[in-house]
């Protein structure tokens, strides 16, 4: 049963912009990236309790407006009882006619996450336990880097990327030839251990009649998922990749809001989901996009933000595989820890969210 809402206020937001040089490179079809811009959100409390989230920003010029949008979030909820979904109604109503897209639904959801927070920590308990869920294991596959490179190096990350047990990893597809994409494959898998799993990432890259002509060439290469072939909203072209090929398709990462989520399972455009914390609305967002995977009978993973999110398929019906990213590590106090290839949540209270301020002044984006 989940724990009483205790008694909170909203007093403050603050956020602070830090760019993280990441680990491995994170070479897609579209960019490779090399350094990890995110937002560090705090929200106090006139309790004395501060809530803690962050949001990958994708390209540093994006913060300041994410802050800028914080801003009119807390003009409008300043004082207010915190109480998650009251406080999303309130907010989706102010923002109705600019839209809850974009980097309003960003600062709005990055407050629903730092909100929970603030919930769980008062009340003593973790998240997981705080929204009725217990202490687990949570399976994770690594997704840093592994990018378009040549095959013997990109098989040589592979196997770097199996420290801390992992028994699942991710690889960027989208090279210029199908070709060279078998033979990624091919050499990432010759390196992964018997009983390996291997996901391939074409970060829609590819036309439906190029989807389908490539995940043939992977249907026998033991691929666990192909995720978002096309363009992320082409539901359509994606239900006929996914009707055609044997191996599973995945998307989600790019759903905004449940209300897109829901006009994809309706179209049968993948076998499995995987939204994303900020997309899909936060931890508020998170819960409704559980229950409609739970009602569809359709497996649900996450979209980066491994800290939160494991927290949260703890209490996902139809929890599947935490996408596991390192970005954050450097200025957290306690990053999140693997073993055997699981998520290890711990049982202090709240999200697990905690900064290393000694790390934020280095990083800090002036």
């Avoid at 994303?276 to 649900?300: F, H, N, P, Q």
Wanted: with cysteine; glycine share 8%.
């Amino acid at each position: 049963m989940a724990v009483t809402p205790p008694k909170l206020t909203v007093r403050n937001l603050r956020a602070t912009p830090v760019l993280v040089p990441m680990t491995y490179v994170l070479g897609t079809s579209v960019q490779a990236l090399r350094e990890a811009p995110l937002l560090l959100v705090d929200l106090e409390t006139e309790e004395g309790v501060t809530g803690h989230a962050y949001q990958f920003c994708y390209l540093p010029a994006a913060a300041p407006a994410i802050v800028t949008l914080l801003e009119e979030v807390l003009r409008t909820i300043k004082g207010e009882r915190m109480e998650s979904v009251a406080l999303w109604g309130k907010l989706a109503r102010r923002f109705m006619l600019i839209g809850v897209q974009g980097i309003v639904r960003m600062a709005m959801a990055m407050f629903d996450v730092a909100c929970w927070d603030a919930l769980s920590r008062a009340a003593g308990t973790p998240l997981a336990r705080y929204l009725g869920g217990t202490i687990r294991p949570v399976p994770a596959y690594n997704s840093c880097g592994l990018g378009l490179m040549a095959p013997a190096a990109v098989a040589d990350e592979a196997e770097k990327l199996l420290t801390g047990g992992f028994k699942a990893v991710k690889l960027r597809l989208g090279y210029p030839t199908a070709e060279a994409d078998l033979a990624a494959v091919r050499a990432v898998r010759s390196r992964l251990p018997a009983g390996s799993e291997l996901m391939v990432d074409y970060n829609q890259a590819l036309t439906v009649e190029e989807a389908i002509r490539r995940g043939r060439m992977l249907d026998d290469e033991g691929v666990y998922w192909i995720e978002e072939p096309v363009r992320h909203d082409d539901y359509a072209g994606c239900a006929e990749i996914a009707r055609t090929l044997a191996t599973p398709v995945q998307i989600g990462e790019n759903f905004s809001l449940v209300h897109d989520m829901d006009r994809a399972l309706a179209a049968q455009s993948c076998d499995f989901v995987m939204p994303d914390l900020e997309r899909i609305g936060g931890v508020t967002g998170w819960r409704r996009a559980a229950e409609t995977a739970r009602s569809s009978g359709i497996g649900m993973s996450s979209h980066l933000y491994p800290e939160v999110s494991a927290h949260l398929l703890t209490v996902t019906p139809t929890a599947h595989w935490l996408e596991y990213v390192d970005w954050a590590n450097a200025i957290l106090a306690e990053p999140l820890r693997i073993v055997d290839g699981c998520a290890v949540l711990s049982s202090r209270p709240g999200n697990g969210l905690a900064w290393n301020e000694d790390a934020v002044r280095k990083y800090r984006m002036s």
